[in-house]
T-cell receptor
Framework: GAVVSQHPSRVICKSGTSVKIECRSL??????MFWYRQFPKQSLMLMAT?????????EQGVEKDKFLINHASLTLSTLTVTSAHPEDSSFYIC???????????????FGPGTRLTVL | KQEVTQIPAALSVPEGENLVLNCSFT??????LQWFRQDPGKGLTSLLL?????REQTSGRLNASLDKSSGRSTLYIAASQPGDSATYLC?????????FGKGTRLSVIA
């Protein structure tokens, strides 16, 4: 199977600071990566879709200036939560879609998630 | 807009029982449907992926079925064990990225 990693796995920060989360596809190239957010006892909600070398597409209600996404290479996407507030505390999960391969070309593979706590 | 519903929201069963988790989706134009397991505070573990052309997939004690025309899928777990306790998420892939249901929280009591 394809492996997606996230770093860090857990971060605690003060209100007003910025936090960067990295998502890497370790053994495959991913033209497209997705960022999801999950609040306690809720399902995963898609925040944005990022394509390598172009601007991310944000879902309705997600502030693009607050959640900066950079997809600079075929194996790395980053999510930066700027001027974090306590309400941004959540579980952030990235997903990568393999660009080639028969049968599962459109399968999304998920990272282990990053727990963000803003004090 | 695709919507995914999972019933029940929570389920508690004694060890050894067979059980069925249900998933329904509103737009039948999907490429595939996937079942995931999520343990508390953890990421997702993919259990089964069913392509739109398939009717079911099996892995060990798990069997997932798909009826695309009616917008339904079921996840059957045979001979449940306490280690099966987790939240089970159903997600569908259409023209958009994966859309998730809210999950079913399963507790298997020893």
């Amino acid at each position: 199977g394809a492996v997606v990693s996230q770093h860090p796995s857990r971060v605690i920060c003060k209100s007003g600071t910025s936090v960067k989360i990295e998502c890497r596809s370790l053994d495959f190239q991913a033209t497209t990566m997705f960022w999801y957010r999950q609040f306690p006892k809720q399902s995963l909600m898609l925040m944005a879709t990022s394509n390598e070398g172009s601007k991310a597409t944000y879902e309705q209600g997600v502030e693009k200036d607050k959640f900066l996404i950079n997809h600079a290479s075929l194996t790395l996407s980053t999510l930066t939560v700027t001027s974090a507030h306590p309400e941004d505390s959540s579980f952030y999960i990235c997903s990568a879609r393999r660009t080639s391969g028969s049968g599962a070309y459109n399968e999304q593979f998920f990272g282990p998630g990053t727990r963000l706590t803003v004090l | 807009k695709q919507e995914v519903t999972q019933i029940p929201a929570a389920l508690s069963v004694p060890e050894g029982e067979n059980l069925v988790l249900n998933c329904s989706f509103t737009d039948s134009a999907i490429y595939n449907l996937q079942w995931f397991r999520q343990d508390p505070g953890k990421g997702l573990t993919s259990l089964l992926l069913i392509q739109s052309s398939q009717r079911e997939q099996t892995s060990g004690r798990l069997n997932a079925s798909l009826d695309k025309s009616s917008g339904r899928s079921t996840l059957y777990i045979a001979a449940s064990q306490p280690g099966d306790s987790a939240t089970y998420l159903c997600a569908v892939k259409g023209h958009t990225p994966l859309v998730f249901g809210k999950g079913t929280r399963l507790s298997v009591i020893a």
